[in-house]
């Protein structure tokens, strides 16, 4: 009598883990911490919109005005009526005022408002003795020190007091060079060295 009893619970076991197996399949997986949503959580005010970037304009009480659109590489956005509008280098503030005063000659008091839905624009270059080199994209304001955290930190073999970020002055391209002192920032004697990152830095760990 021992076999069958056996046989049926190693049965019963086996379509036990079957239907768990299945259960867990169609179960949708949590979103990793990596994985880019809507990135309008991590805009602040400041932020100035880049190419790339996705932005929504909503013009209330009209569906047909209210668009969410790519900047494009020339930096602009094409809207209804409007036409194209620069959005580069502009707060999603800037850029409702902007598309306001366009729209005041087909409505009378338009009520516009701008989010910036993604970030696609804000990335940096992290190179030389760190552990993982390479771009990354950011979603927020970052430091000379987070941008080298998200690169794996140091390698042993990293000159720490000799970091330099290498920077494309805005309209002229011409590149300049910030030096950092590592010591300097991590002691609070010069917290100014901790340098805040723009869209295109390229930070060199030597």
Known sequence: MKRPVMACLALLAAMSALTLGACAALEPNPPSSGEAGSSAAYVTGDYKIGPEDVVEVIVWRNADLSKTV????????SLPLVGDVTAVGLTADQLTKEISARLKGYKDTPNVSVVVQQ?????????????????????????ILQAISLAGGFT??????????????PGTGAESRINVRYDDVVSGGDIAQNVLLIPGDTVVVP
């Open 156 to 169: 042993p073999y990293a000159a720490k007091n000799r970091i330099f970020v290498l920077r494309k002055m």
């Open 70 to 77: 790519a900047v494009r590489p020339d930096g602009k956005i």
């Open 119 to 143: 970030v696609n624009s804000y990335s940096v270059y992290v190179m030389g003795e760190v552990a993982k080199p390479g771009r990354y994209q950011l979603k927020t304001y970052s430091t």
